[in-house]
């Protein structure tokens, strides 16, 4: 009966340890919220760092390959190019967010966070700050 009930508590004790061990992981976008209504998302402070860390980084858009995204340069080769690559306030529908995303050719070097901050910055205007 003493042999019974510790191979009860002994298989009691090893449940609950498996299942404590189990780790259920939900994944989330790492997204940002939307900065709040009047904070302007930066150009200079947030869009070009992505742009220093990924797009010139990568020996790409750093001058050889249009368009031209150092700093100093971007947001002009930005503006400036045809069809329109930036559609102010319009983030969901500029070239720029969309290559971006899954599927697009630039896909690879995006990421949610980067993605969302360079929507906010068009959906705010795109303005030069």
């Known amino acids: 009966m003493q042999k019974n009930k510790l191979i009860h508590l002994l298989s009691f004790l090893f449940g609950v340890f ?5 780790e259920y992981a939900t994944t989330k ?3 940002p919220p939307p900065p709040p209504p009047g904070d302007s998302t ?3 402070l947030k869009v070009q760092p ?31 190019m045809e069809p ?20 697009g050719s630039m896909a690879s070097y995006g990421n949610p966070t980067d993605n969302a901050t360079i929507k906010f910055w068009i959906d705010e205007g795109a303005k030069n700050n």
């Not at 498996?18 to 189990?22: K, P, R």
């Not at 329109?84 to 599927?103: C, R």
């Open 42 to 44: 930066s150009f200079s």
């Open 84 to 103: 329109e690559t930036v559609i102010p306030f319009h983030g969901a529908d500029s070239e720029l967010y969309k290559i971006l995303q899954p599927g």
């Open 29 to 31: 976008p790492d997204v």
């Open 18 to 22: 498996l299942l404590s061990a189990c």
């Open 50 to 80: 992505i742009f220093n860390a990924t797009c010139t980084r990568s020996g790409c858009h750093d001058g050889r390959v249009t368009p031209d995204l150092r700093s100093g340069k971007s947001y002009e080769a930005l503006m400036s």
